[in-house]
């Protein structure tokens, strides 16, 4: 088969479709669980309080899955937590949701624990003699705080009140008692979260029948003992320790995450239960000092996972890249990946992801839409017959719109500020410099700096190199950036950009030049002030550059 032909083989197909579902945190893909480094996923399943960090894409779900996976199958009681549908609640209703979705999965895991259990003489001699087991009496607690959860929902907040109870109880709340796991909302299944964020929003117009003051987080507060006992009491059950996996703790309003990490912090001291919670490091907030400390305190209270591959390594982002693209490959009998992927293909693919899982596969599957259109077009096209860098570049140009999407549904509060500053940078790199590369000063940390790691984590600006020194600025140390690769290729390419070839043994000193060196502080009009007086000076040496060659022309 010749190169050309394998493009269009129907592995390739196959290939494609698993890539893409492979884009995607999932119990169906588990089985595709790659370490990015040795240790990572035993760590994860270890009695130690953690917080995993990652850029959206770097496998903080995949992770929290595989550890589900894994310490269910070895008996561990285990809830896994998704807290994007709560994204939008106000705390303390943000706590308690939290805490239903949390009980209600517990509920799960026991009754299932109980039904492959308990033998059928034991099940028979009950019915006979009546009584409850230890387990089951349990369950019975466990669905017994649930259900006072649930009623503290729906409750006004801080008020004095004296209204009656008007609205009957509704269907889900019929079909979710007793229930865990999928629930039926209007014909269509959803999980444990989004039905409590539905009921969230459906509740706000209970009315109920209350004369002293209320407060839920006194509740909350009281409960405490009430919720040790419990993971105490199913530690004992189970005879393992317990864990509760938090995913996606930045979708929750940033001044309430400490808050609710503390709750849970407190719930699990000395009981066994051990909290693994991912989040995006910049656009989360896990511990408040002060007088009462609240949250997680890195290294006192818990330890830190780092997902994060940055370009800084760029060997090894690049080699756990292609070892997860080689495996979907043999998974489904494909080509091998050299044989269709150039080499400059793949470099392309690792700068164009940033470092990224989920981008580099989501970027590779459209390259090979892209080379196969090159190749339909013009079989003996002069760029090759494989996928290579100029199909990665437009590929990634129509990624971005993807990126554009997840920056508007990650970014609330602050979206504008995080727009302007990264239009300067754009200014900068693509209308100055005409570079896809700048530096910032590593000791600043005002907040236009701390907006730059945040459009690092979006995904928007990559990390290359932490400490950089440039001729001119004795004494100053600064760190190298790449501005996405989405905002300068694909179809409507910017011309006369130069792609800085960063990661080059023989480029070592390219990133130190002044002239890259970008103050976020600086505002746009500045910029482009900076712009039209470049622009005029340039214009001035070009005149007298035509008029020197006029000159020279009448002197001889």
């Not at 003489?121 to 607690?141: A, C, F, M, P, V």
């Not at 899982?357 to 196969?372: H, K, P, V, Y």
């Not at 990624?399 to 602050?414: A, N, P, S």
């Not at 754009?426 to 700096?449: G, H, P, S, W």
Request: one cysteine or more; proline letters at 2%.
């Amino acid at each position: 088969m010749s190169r050309a032909q394998i493009l269009f083989n129907s592995k390739i197909d196959d290939l494609s479709i698993i890539v893409e579902e492979g884009a995607r945190a999932s119990k169906n893909n588990i089985k595709r669980f790659i370490e990015p480094a040795q240790g990572t996923l035993q760590r994860a399943k270890s009695n130690r309080h953690h917080i995993i960090f990652g850029r959206r894409g770097s496998g903080k779900s995949s992770l929290l899955l595989k550890a589900e996976d894994e310490l269910k199958a070895s008996g561990h009681p285990i809830a896994l937590v998704d807290l994007e549908p709560f994204k939008g609640h106000h705390y303390p209703d943000v706590l308690i949701s939290v805490l239903i979705a949390t009980l209600t999965k517990y509920e799960k895991w026991l009754s299932d624990y109980i039904r492959n259990h308990e033998t059928y003489w034991e099940k028979g001699l009950r019915r006979i003699w009546g009584g409850r087991s230890t387990e089951e009496r349990l369950l019975g607690d466990l669905r017994e705080a649930n259900s006072e959860l649930k009623r503290q929902l729906f409750l006004s907040d801080d008020s004095k009140l004296l209204l009656r109870d008007s609205e009957e109880e509704s269907k889900t709340d019929k079909k979710n008692k007793g229930g865990a796991g999928a629930i039926g909302w209007g014909g269509k299944q959803v999980s444990v979260e989004e039905s409590i964020a539905n009921e969230v929003s459906k509740g706000k117009g209970r009315e109920v029948q209350e004369e002293t003051k209320r407060s839920k987080q006194d509740f909350l507060h009281r409960q405490i003992l009430t919720y040790q006992r419990l993971f105490k009491e199913l530690g004992e059950v189970a005879d393992f320790s317990s864990f509760l996996l938090l995913d996606d703790l930045y979708h929750l309003h940033r001044k309430d995450q400490a808050s609710i990490l503390d709750y849970f912090h407190r719930v699990a001291k000395n009981n066994n239960l051990w909290l693994k919670v991912g989040t995006i490091k910049n656009r989360s907030s896990w511990y408040i000092h002060g007088p009462q400390p609240v949250g997680l305190k890195i290294g006192d209270d818990a330890d830190n996972i780092d997902l994060d591959l940055t370009l800084e390594k760029f060997s090894i982002s690049r080699n756990f890249l292609f070892k997860i693209l080689e495996s979907y490959a043999e998974e489904v009998d494909a080509p091998k990946v050299k044989d269709f992927l150039a080499d400059g293909g793949v470099d392309r693919l690792v700068i164009a992801s940033g470092g990224v899982t989920r981008d580099f596969l989501g970027i590779f599957r459209r390259s090979i839409d892209e080379a196969r259109e090159r190749l339909s077009r013009d079989e003996k096209n002069a760029r090759g017959k494989k996928i290579g860098a100029e199909d990665v570049n437009v590929a990634s140009g129509n990624y971005g719109d993807t990126k554009k999407e997840e920056f508007q549904r990650d970014t609330l509060d602050d979206r504008a500020r995080l727009e302007g500053v990264f239009e300067k940078i754009k200014i900068f790199c693509l209308r100055r410099n005409k570079a896809n590369v700048f530096l910032v000063n590593q000791d600043e940390t005002n907040e236009e700096y701390e907006l730059i790691q945040e459009l690092i984590d979006l995904r928007l600006v990559h990390h290359i190199k932490s400490r950089v020194t440039v001729g001119t600025k004795p004494g100053k140390i600064y760190r190298a950036l790449l501005l996405d690769i989405s905002q300068y290729t694909g179809e409507r390419r910017r011309k006369g950009i130069e792609m800085v070839e960063f990661w080059r043994a023989d480029n070592k000193d390219v990133l130190r030049r002044p002239q890259y060196i970008f103050d976020p502080t600086v505002s746009i009009d500045a910029l482009e002030k900076e712009l039209e007086k470049i622009k005029k000076n340039q214009s001035i040496a070009n005149e007298k550059e035509q008029l020197g060659d006029g000159q020279m022309g009448m002197d001889f």
